[in-house]
């Protein structure tokens, strides 16, 4: 089934200490998302590729980066961790347009000690 | 600009009982319209979507929502609540440009044996 993997799906790093959640899709979509949800809380846009074309939250802190090296894969990284950062981490997938919903993978819940 | 308000962050319904989760949206145009379900610890999956077609929507496990242009809405609801609906349900509503959601707060279904 075609479908959007995160890996891992339990995280947990050390704060301060770079880490990368991993994202990839089988569906061919050309748009790629990143959100942060916390406890409780909606799901807030970090950033999104279309196609190879990186766009950035205006108040993404600039902690966090991306990487999209192909049309499956797409990389979060975070480069110095704080105890704030801890969070579920979601990838999803579009094609181009308004008519077009969000796949979700599952989710990486990274916890930071 | 876009947005979705779901009033009631947490409901409660008996098994067996009517299912029934707000939402309004603002848009300056013709909205298009999802409701997502997350349960604990998974990504968010789409229970149905409305794109200007029938303004009832049916979608998966049961549910389904009616788009009400003059009240502004776009509510979810189910007959008969199974224990399994119990999750967290997020309303969204697409932008106007580009391929963003606007994600609503989100409203937490219990449901009682």
């Known amino acids: 089934d075609a479908m959007v993997i995160q890996n891992p799906r339990y995280q947990v790093t050390q704060f301060g200490k770079p880490v990368t959640l991993s994202c990839s899709q089988t569906l061919n979509h050309n748009v790629m998302y990143w959100y942060q949800q916390k406890s409780s809380q909606a799901p807030k846009l970090l950033f999104h590729y279309y196609d190879k074309d990186f766009n950035n939250e205006a108040d993404t802190p600039d902690n966090f980066q991306s990487r999209r090296p192909n049309t499956s894969f797409c990389f979060l990284d975070i480069r110095s961790p704080g105890l704030g950062d801890a969070a579920m981490y979601l990838c999803?997938?579009?094609?181009?347009?308004?008519?077009?919903?969000?796949?979700f993978g599952s989710g990486t819940r990274l916890t930071v000690v | 600009a876009q947005s979705v308000t779901q009033l009631g962050s947490h409901v409660s319904v008996s098994e067996g009982a009517l299912v029934l989760l707000r939402c309004n949206y603002s848009?300056?145009?013709?909205?298009?319209l999802f409701w997502y379900v997350q349960y604990p610890n998974q990504g968010l999956q789409l229970l149905l979507k409305y794109t200007s077609a029938a303004t009832l929507v049916k979608g998966i496990n049961g549910f389904e929502a009616e788009f009400k242009k003059s009240e502004t809405s776009f509510h979810l609801t189910k007959p008969s609540a199974h224990m399994s609906d119990a999750a967290e349900y997020f309303c969204?509503?697409?932008?106007?440009?580009?391929?963003?959601?606007?994600f609503g707060t989100g409203t937490s279904l219990t449901v009682i044996p």
């Open positions: 999803a997938t579009s094609r181009t347009g308004r008519y077009y919903g969000y796949t």
């Open positions: 848009s300056s145009v013709p909205p298009y």
């Open positions: 969204a509503v697409s932008a106007n440009t580009g391929n963003q959601f606007y």
